[in-house]
């Protein structure tokens, strides 16, 4: 993995999407989300992932060093803070009941961080380095959306499919854009696992889902035009480099 991390860092970053994807449609599909057997494979795959970027000393690259300081310059991510709680507004109560609900939440919080990590860490930087902004934020942004098709083999209905690729799409330009500007992912890693985690605790509601999906692709929309105008960390920490 080193050796194509340090000779095809995009293709590093697809091969880690690839497995997680082959692993984590197997599992769901096999076990569901509320199987142990779930939570043990994204268990394996987020240590692999965290061997491999703290052995390697890349933690700061991949904004999992340390928390914006400047948080009020990003508003302080109340817009993302807000839309994480979407899950929760068509009610409250648990999908599982026991231990199963105690995996599935815990699988969640794991899949929150693994996907932070490959697709606005691994894949993002990698395009940032390779193709610059826009490119890199478009398409880290889109993959991550498309991503879900994956969700079909697992078989899930096509329409919730449809609408949570929609859904997934904006959030992931709302993460890579928090990412991109702040510089540190924590912030999308937490808000990412508590999406997650929180859908373990929704009431199905239709009313609910369109409201959630409206108001995430509105007032995610708003939000990364505000993220576009600010000076971008990254970009900065980047020139910083070539410079010295």
């Known amino acids: 993995m080193k050796k194509i991390y340090e000779k095809q860092e995009v293709w590093f970053a697809v091969l880690w999407i690839i497995l997680y994807c082959v692993i984590s449609v197997s ?62 507004w068509g009610g409250i109560g648990r999908v599982y009941s026991g231990a199963a609900q105690i995996y599935a939440v815990i699988s969640m919080v794991l899949i929150g961080y693994i996907e932070e ?4 860490g691994f894949l993002f930087r990698a395009l940032l380095k390779k193709d610059g902004e826009k490119p890199a934020v478009i398409i880290a942004a889109v993959t991550f959306g498309i991503g879900h098709i994956v969700n079909l083999l697992a078989g899930q209905a096509s329409l919730e499919t449809v609408l949570q690729v929609a859904f997934a ?10 990412f991109y500007k702040s510089g540190s992912l924590l912030p999308c ?10 859908s373990k605790f929704s009431v199905e509601s239709s009313w609910g889902s369109w409201v959630y999906v409206v108001a995430t692709i509105i007032l995610g929309a708003l939000y990364c035009v505000y993220l576009s105008r600010l000076p971008s960390a990254l970009s ?9």
């Open 236 to 244: 900065e920490s980047k020139k910083m480099t070539q410079k010295f």
């Open 27 to 88: 599992l769901r599909g096999s076990f569901g989300d509320e199987s142990i057997w779930m939570l043990l494979g994204l268990a394996a795959i987020a240590a692999g992932i965290t061997v491999f970027v703290k052995s390697n000393h890349l933690e700061e690259k991949y904004g999992i060093s340390a928390w914006p300081k400047d948080q009020k310059t990003y508003l302080w991510f109340i817009p993302m803070w807000l839309l994480t709680t979407g899950n929760l």
């Open 189 to 198: 890693i937490v808000s990412h696992a508590l999406v997650d985690a929180f």
């Open 169 to 178: 799409i904006t959030w992931g330009f709302i993460f890579t854009m928090v």
């Open 117 to 120: 990590l490959i697709f606005r």
